[in-house]
């Protein structure tokens, strides 16, 4: 079975200080690690992957397959940063491609 | 707009009626997806269709179905509806799900409230 664990439902952080949304997972094949985000009165949209290994708006997220996580992590907050964000799981196989997500984190940049 | 609609954008109703959410993916997306979130609970997935067939299930209850025409679009129906089915249900699409990208586009979701 798929699980995606995050273990902070609330994250407040200083303007200019480092973040880290924690994000761990369960499943026993090959799995796809995304990063979603919802700012306020927008839709759910897709920040980042794994597998692109690219940084999104200073944001980065290693797969760590030892530990099972997939942390994000950004060096110097923003206050455009404040947002939910979701880490969400998918198979790497065809014919199994829903998303598995995680209850998500608030965080909310104070100024 | 050539993102993913929804419809309608909220529904109120009472316990024991039977609603049908409407779902366009975006334009060349050959798979939909549907979600569920409830209060303290992530996004939940429902059900995948694939260029009209049932590609994968998840919890979804029996007294909830779902179809993709022949246009793509995509009914979410729920029927004998009960309190704890208040939530706010999202469709998502992709392009082609064997793809290396799996991005999932979402809609801006239907809020159902159960009375």
């Known amino acids: 079975a798929q699980r995606v664990t995050q273990p902070e439902k609330l994250l407040s952080v200083f303007k200019g200080a480092p973040v880290e949304l924690k994000c761990n997972y369960s499943?026993?094949?090959?799995?796809?690690l995304f990063w979603y985000v919802q700012y306020s009165r927008q839709r759910l949209q897709l920040l980042l992957r794994?597998?692109s290994r690219e940084s999104i708006k200073g944001f980065t997220a290693d797969l760590n397959k030892g530990e099972t996580s997939f942390h994000l992590k950004k060096p110097f907050a923003q206050e455009e940063d404040s947002a939910m964000y979701y880490c969400a799981l998918s198979s790497l196989n065809f014919g199994n491609e829903k998303l598995t997500f995680g209850t998500g984190t608030r965080l909310t940049i104070i100024p | 707009d050539s993102g993913v609609t929804q419809t309608p954008k909220h529904l109120i109703t009472a316990t024991g009626q039977r609603v049908t959410l409407r779902c366009s993916p975006r334009?060349?997306?050959?798979?939909v997806y549907w979600y569920q979130q409830s209060l303290d609970q992530g996004l939940q997935f429902l059900i995948q269709y694939y260029n009209g067939e049932e590609r994968a299930k998840g919890n979804i209850l029996e007294r909830f179905s779902a179809q993709q025409f022949p246009d793509l679009h995509s009914e979410l129906n729920l029927s004998s509806l009960e309190l704890g089915d208040s939530a706010l249900y999202f469709c998502?699409?992709?392009?082609?799900?064997?793809?290396?990208?799996?991005?999932?586009?979402f809609g801006p979701g239907t809020r159902l409230t159960v009375l």
């Open positions: 334009s060349g997306d050959l798979s």
């Open positions: 794994h597998i």
């Open positions: 998502a699409s992709s392009v082609d799900p064997g793809l290396a990208n799996k991005e999932q586009f």
């Open positions: 499943y026993s094949g090959s799995p796809e």
